[in-house]
Structures are given as structure tokens and as C-alpha cells.
Nanobody, 126 residues
Framework: QWQLVESGGGSVQSGGSLRLSCAASNYNKYCMAWFRQAPGKEREGVAFIDSDGIRHYAESVKGRFTISQDNSKITLYLQMNSLKPEDTGMYYC??????????????????????WGQGTQVTVSS
């Protein structure tokens, strides 16, 4: 199991920005991602990045959120701009720690992410 520690959450007004960080105990070998869960809703994958830096985003955040990793591939970031109240939720960093079975993007293996952080709360007020 990896250790993943998120930081950077907080409360902002609609239209504001936040940058989340995730410190990992290992480098990104396959895929890392940001997920979120709003009260009463299922967890959803927000942004994914593979070891080569290829990114995928949920439709709801395209053009507003950017996922990135540092050169060591140990720290993961999520830059969130033009935040909306519907972006409110607990944001989790996750890592795919085993080789994915089959072909596809990181988003296709959403169910296989095995290591998770404790989460950081993001609250966007209107």
C-alpha cells in the first residue's frame, strides 16, 4: 500500500481557484488520479494522469481543472479554476499500484485504483 497525503483544500467562492497537492510514497508507475465525492453522491473520477503524462478529465471539469505531476512523479497536483458550487466535495488522491489488465486509458481502470489518501475537503459557495 502506498501512502498518499492530500493538502490544499478549503472554502472559496464561486469562480475562485484552489490547488490541491498529493504527496505519494512512491512514483507514478502506471496511473494516478483525483476523485471526488459529494454528500449523497457516488465517488467520481475527476482527472487522471499516467506515467507518461497523458491526461484525461471528466466532462464536468474539462477546461477548468488541470492535473499534473512533478518530475519525480511523486507529487500530484490538481489546479482547479472557475470553481462552481457543484465542485464541492471531498477530494481524494489515488494510485493504480498494479499493472492494468488490458488496453485503455487510466480512466478505463477507475475501479482498479488500490491506494487512497484520506481526502481534502473543497467547499465552493455561490
Amino acid at each position: 500500500q502506498w501512502q498518499l497525503v492530500e493538502s490544499g483544500g478549503g472554502s472559496v467562492q464561486s469562480g475562485g481557484s484552489l490547488r490541491l497537492s498529493c504527496a505519494a510514497s512512491n512514483y507514478n508507475k502506471y496511473c494516478m488520479a483525483w476523485f471526488r465525492q459529494a454528500p449523497g453522491k457516488e465517488r467520481e473520477g475527476v482527472a487522471f494522469i499516467d506515467s507518461d503524462g497523458i491526461r484525461h478529465y471528466a466532462e464536468s471539469v474539462k477546461g477548468r481543472f488541470t492535473i499534473s505531476q512533478d518530475n519525480s512523479k511523486i507529487t500530484l497536483y490538481l489546479q482547479m479554476n472557475s470553481l462552481k458550487p457543484e465542485d464541492t466535495g471531498m477530494y481524494y488522491c489515488a494510485a493504480l499500484t498494479e499493472p492494468p489488465v488490458g488496453l485503455g486509458t487510466c480512466a478505463d481502470f477507475e475501479a482498479d485504483f488500490g491506494s487512497w489518501g484520506q481526502g481534502t475537503q473543497v467547499t465552493v459557495s455561490s
